[in-house]
């Protein structure tokens, strides 16, 4: 193996932007029996789409900084972190596995230090204060929001990538020890394995999850599709968030008045990227918008706000009595396993539920087993 690119408190660190030296990394990671894993990604901020920018790796000694921009295969590198022998250390592990997910890694056998944290009862799960809290460590964090996305990245981009992982194997063992001593491996096990299964997938009707300040009528939402389309488009091509193309704000006021001047609202609207003003994209709005009215107005789609996909919540003294028993088994299981540690076992949502329905939903077994066990402690029928 070449020369590290440099160390870190002693640790060798390696920057692979070769494939040849992707293939040594893999020779190398895929004999050990650990790795700490973390991914640098941008997701809407500073260009289009959810995109892998680095891949970190540590062996608990050895570090790989993995720049995927230059890579033509991680297949080999997909092939480690599926491999269910080798244990994956993550902290806050959903988003990274989304991503991996997203392009086709599906990763096998991992420990979130995070999710430790929440079962110990740790108000703050942040890895700098875990660091901090647990090993004496004090990182550099202002480095987290940079542009992971540019090209060359400088020696402290490097080095805080580095960081995020080389301590992991560390805190996972002081971690995992706790939870152990606390008699709670059952939960950390079954919140891993939960984990394993988020798979990545495309989001139905993904123009009416924009969060408008206000519910849209089906008449909006009808001509909303189209113009969602025509913004994402302008954004893939111009490489840039589709928030930048046109956002939330000028959306709204587009869709309010639909039938205004098209140079009305482009010229006298904000957040709305200029580029959108050459003729040739005003007159394609102009299009979208005109045609989807006119298949509105074929279709009879009415200008009213649909149904509301929440129903009104019952409030009888049924429901408050079965919300009331189940809020006194919340309490106990606060007192005995803390306020950070609790919503792990038993949330809102499972109260107003049982609440509404009678009906207790856990679907973990760890916390399922722990409620009722609470509840026949407590002398409570559910």
Known sequence: MKEPAFTLEGKPVHVVQTDEALQEAVAHLSQRPELALDLEFDQHHYTYGFTLCLIQISDGHTCFIIDPFPLTDLQGLWDVLENPSVVKIFHHANNDL??????????????????????????????????????????????????????????????????????????????????????????????????????????????????????????????????????????????????????????????SNPEQSINEWLYHTKGINGRVQQERYAEQL????????????????????????????LKTPETEARRELLCTVQRALIERYGAYATPMLLDQSIITHYSQTGELVISKNYAREIVQAMAQELEITL
């Open 98 to 255: 989304m991503l991996l997910s997203m392009l086709g890694c599906q990763v096998r056998t991992l420990v979130d230090t995070a999710v430790a944290a929440k079962i110990l009862n740790y108000a703050k799960a942040a890895l700098g204060t875990l660091l901090e809290e647990e090993l004496g460590l004090h990182l550099d964090k202002s480095q987290q929001m940079s542009n992971w996305n540019q090209r060359p990245l400088s020696k402290r981009q490097l080095e805080y990538a580095a960081q995020d992982v080389l301590y992991l194997h560390e805190l996972k063992n002081t971690m995992v020890s706790k939870v152990q001593d606390l008699g709670r491996m059952a939960w950390l096990d079954e919140e891993d394995q939960l984990l394993e299964s988020i798979t990545y997938t495309e989001l139905e009707e993904p123009h009416l999850k924009i969060k408008f300040p206000q519910r849209l009528t089906l008449l909006q939402q009808f001509i909303l599709k189209p113009i969602y389309d025509f913004r994402d488009n302008l954004a893939q091509k111009w490489n840039i968030p589709a928030g930048q193309v046109i956002n939330t704000n000028a959306l709204m006021a587009l869709l």
């Open 286 to 313: 102009q299009r979208i918008i005109n045609g989807s009215l006119k298949e509105a107005k074929k279709r009879q789609v009415p200008n009213r706000m649909p149904p509301n996909p929440f129903p009104p919540r």
